[in-house]
């Protein structure tokens, strides 16, 4: 019921940022916690930010300071801006809405997840 849809996935040269946006097809996920998770071939998938309701972040070690997750309540949009992007950050990146409670980093805790979107950082 609040179905996110990742998009502004593409490739960039390393350095370079990008932002990405996920907006939810249906309901409204202004009130929920959205969580930004990624996933390269031949890994698990991996936390990168989340931002609650309140607006209150959470980041991955990996991209503190480099990521920053914000959220726009007015067009129902949560972005994820990328800087100075790495190669090691090339992989699917997917949106997931959170199902509640106190713990953001791990993929159990999120109940519907976005298709994707593929990012490509070039050396």
């Known amino acids: 019921q609040v179905q996110p849809v990742e998009s502004g996935g593409g490739m960039v040269q390393a350095g370079g940022s990008l932002r990405l946006s996920c907006a939810p097809s249906?309901?409204?996920?202004?009130?929920?916690?959205v969580g930004w998770f990624r996933q390269a071939p031949g890994t698990v998938r991996e936390f990168v930010a989340a931002i609650r309701s309140d607006g209150n972040t959470y980041y991955a070690d990996s991209v503190q300071g480099r990521f920053t997750v914000s959220r726009d309540v007015t067009k129902n949009t949560v972005y994820l801006h990328m800087n100075n992007l790495k190669p090691d950050d090339t992989a699917l990146y997917y949106c997931?809405?959170?199902?509640?409670?106190?713990?953001?980093?791990?993929?159990?805790?999120?109940?519907?997840w976005g298709q994707g979107t593929r990012v490509t950082v070039s050396s």
């Open positions: 997931a809405v959170h199902g509640g409670g106190s713990y953001y980093h791990g993929p159990e805790y999120y109940d519907y």
């Open positions: 249906g309901r409204t996920f202004n009130n929920y916690a």
